[in-house]
């Protein structure tokens, strides 16, 4: 009865050992493989056969060889933990494995180790995925010209992009826990105008253009361009901040010179109209009198001088007087000639043959 009783039980554990998805395994105190579950061909790609009565370091990925071999030797001594590793596979390529072991002892002498081998290839590969994915996030953030970080609800930095501590001398590791407002401007409290404040109560995104007289890292006055995005958990808590800043300095400036200039000259376009307008009345201020000039010497020659002359005429002159009162009425007629094709309509009858000395 006690031997059928043992071989049902040998049978029970045996279907357990065999069925199930992680490997079994025992080696001897020289690290001989004694044991290994079917489980093996699965996992490694080789049958239990393949694998009995072979040194366990056969199957270790070289690279993790030493790793594995120290743990053997404290394995025997029941001080070694779950461990990770690679193992080779029959078809070429490894597997990750998680090992989880224990020494067999007969009276009280290690005879065995047993353990059991779990694939945690997907896993590997998932966390690698995520190391690489990580890695080229941060890359890129590296590489933005946005100085990035994340922030706690007090302001303290949990995440620092390479641009954040740009003229800091300190690495990004360096500014963890320490709050923006004073790695950055030496103050003792958030900025008066800081976005991250307004985003912590509005739980939106906030904008802001700050400006300092005084900035770590930075010669003279500076201009920052901010925006704070909140981070909100699956409840709707705003759990953190991104803080994305850049210096505008030479933007602002660039405008503010522009907005001078353009006040500048519209001043100048001011004076200019007024210029204009002034120069405009004294140009028709000098055409009037101009006009009235020429009104007057016609005017004048016309009732001072041609009817005296016509008398003189009229009276006893010997030849050569009426020779130079002739050339005289001649160049008067001749003086007054472009008077009367400027004047107006009025005297366009008056010309210096149809002047009247009655």
Known sequence: RLKDELSASEEKYRRLVENIAEVIYSVDTHGVMTYVSPATESL????????????????IFPQD????????QDALTGKAGPAEYRNLKKTGG????????????????????????????????AEEAVRESEAQKKAILDASVDRIRLVDMDMRIVWANKTTTRG????????????????????DAPCALCPGTKAAISGNIEHSIIHHSHSKGIEGEAYWDNYSVP??????????????????????????ALRKREKELKIKTKRLEEVNIALRVLLK???????????????????LVFPYLEKVKNGQLNPEQTSYIDIIEKNLKDIISPFLQNLSAKYLSLTPTAVSYT
């Open 94 to 125: 490894y597997s990750w494995i998680r090992t989880f072991s224990r020494p067999v002892a007969v009276d009280n002498a290690v005879v065995a180790i047993q353990g059991v081998l779990m694939d945690i290839t997907e896993i590997k590969e």
């Open 231 to 256: 981070i909100k958990s699956e409840s709707g808590d705003i759990v953190n901040l991104i803080q994305i800043t850049r210096i505008i300095t030479e933007q602002v400036q660039g405008e503010q």
């Open 168 to 187: 800091l001398n300190m690495a990004p590791e360096d500014l963890v826990g320490q709050p923006c407002y004073r790695i950055f401007f030496d103050n």
């Open 65 to 72: 060889l030493p790793q594995m071999k120290k743990r053997f």
């Open 44 to 59: 490694l790609g080789y049958r239990s056969e393949e694998v009995i009565a072979r040194p366990f370091t056969d199957f």
């Open 285 to 303: 201020q000098r055409n009037k009198d101009r006009t009235e000039l020429e009104e007057n010497v016609l005017s004048n020659v016309e009732k």
